[in-house]
């Protein structure tokens, strides 16, 4: 506890740090508040709550804001929408490609068309948000109530990313990652008292074996992702002027889940499709209302088959288009460095690939594993709400988000010349000598 409390007076002692903290604080605040701002022409009384399927989960990444029909009722999911669309592009279109490499005017311009991107998806998502809203909630006419929502949901997304930006810039953490994270932990609370209400007096037993289950769970995706697979390389011996400087030892690191929590979000969108295709036939084939049925239940052993299968196909996916062995092998070329034992080029990419294989399949069985696990604890008696936070995207994203925070915040007091957060000064998986970013 005194290790805890002097930390705490380390980080607040560091004006810069002390400074980011409080304006961190200060836009989540902002954030959290205009999640319970109702759309104008909208009579809250009668919204009828919609926590099923990918409402659900919208519902618990944007804290409550979908449900609440709130001027930030998309959040920040158009963005991250339209970032994946050009991370994809990058990789698939050689326009997209040269502006990449084309340093920070590249960025910039892939930055701009992000945000393009993201007001035309945030105008289409709109439409189909205000069809969710029950006709009995509108108070004004649908004509204007629709046109004038359509407006205060762009703006209210582009001012929940102008919000990620500024923490990025002047807080700490990653702003859109951030804002994610406080969506997901402010249903926390609410959770883990209905779930103790649920279990009265004679379940507290189990409910502290719920906690202590959800400990381990959440270590177990620490380790996750913080597991990497350091690859040596080896630096030639290099003169410069008068002075011999000696080859140096560094490592590439792989992840094992190189792919992070990408490959749930792919899945849980391509898992409605069953469900949605056969409605259309439902009242005319016992197959399709079977289909419709057991795919619409998330902990029928058939749903929860075909959604360890999809995370495994896009893991594999994902990864192959975020580390190119080809690239990282032409990046040790020409700086000077190899792999001992083996020979520069396409024998290098090809070692590097196999060894991406071989640890990429663990971790994907794992990040399956870690996906239907709150299915698991539903079919335990965990309640709906709580039993979210066991894993899938929910968890990953804020053991992610939670990580970087206090890297970031580990880093200052280490500039500082304090103690760092742990015991050892450091956090574990950032100690490494790192050759290449990817």
Not at 7 to 33: P, Q, S, W
Request: charged share 15%.
């Amino acid at each position: 506890m005194k290790k805890f409390i002097a930390t705490v007076k380390n980080i607040f002692a560091i004006e810069d740090l002390r400074t980011r903290i409080l304006n961190t604080l200060g836009f989540i605040a902002i954030f959290r508040l205009g999640s319970y701002v109702v759309l104008p022409g909208i009579d809250s009384s009668k919204l009828q709550s919609n926590s099923q399927g990918i409402f659900g989960l919208l519902d618990t990444l944007l804290g409550g804001a979908f449900s609440n029909a709130s001027i930030f009722a998309l959040g920040i999911m158009p963005y991250i929408s339209a970032s994946i669309v050009l991370q994809l592009l990058t990789i698939a279109v050689p326009y997209f490609q040269k502006l990449q490499k084309e340093g920070e005017s590249g960025r910039k311009k892939i930055n701009q068309y992000t945000r393009v991107l993201t007001i035309v998806i945030t105008a289409a998502q709109s439409i189909g948000f205000i069809a969710t809203i029950n006709a009995e909630a509108i108070a004004v006419s649908n004509i204007t109530f629709t046109v004038s929502s359509i407006i205060i949901l762009t703006a209210g997304t582009m001012f929940c990313m102008w919000i990620g930006e500024k923490i990025t810039d002047k807080g700490i953490g990653n702003g859109i990652s951030m804002l994610i994270m406080i969506g997901i932990v402010s249903r926390l609370p609410s959770a883990i008292l209905q779930e103790l209400l649920s279990k009265r007096l004679n379940g507290i037993l189990i409910f502290i074996l719920e906690l202590v289950v959800l400990y381990f769970v959440v270590m177990a995706v620490v380790m996750l992702t913080q597991a990497v697979r350091r690859i040596p390389v080896q630096y030639a011996k290099q003169v410069g002027g008068s002075t011999q400087y000696s080859g140096q030892r560094q490592f590439i690191p792989l992840k094992v889940n190189a792919a992070g929590v990408m490959p749930i979000i792919f899945a849980q969108s391509l898992m409605f499709i069953p469900a949605l295709i056969s409605s259309i036939w439902r009242d005319t084939s016992e197959t399709a209302s079977y289909i419709g049925t057991t795919f619409s239940d998330y902990t029928s052993w058939q749903y929860n088959a075909l959604f360890g299968f999809l995370i495994l196909v896009f893991t594999y996916f994902y990864t192959a288009i975020s580390v190119n062995p080809d690239q990282i092998s032409n990046d040790l070329k020409r700086s000077g460095g190899f792999i001992p034992g083996v020979k520069p080029g396409i024998a290098t990419s090809e070692y590097i690939g196999d060894i991406l294989d071989r640890i990429t399949l663990p971790g994907a069985l794992f990040l399956a594993l870690i996906a239907i696990f709150p299915s698991i604890a539903l079919l335990f008696g965990v309640t709906r709400e709580f039993s979210a936070f066991f894993g899938g995207t929910s968890l990953i994203i804020l053991v992610g988000v939670v990580l970087d925070t206090l890297n970031q915040i580990e880093s200052y007091l280490l500039m500082r010349h304090y103690d760092g957060m742990m015991k050892s000064g450091k956090l574990k998986g950032r100690s490494q000598n790192i050759a290449l970013a990817s």
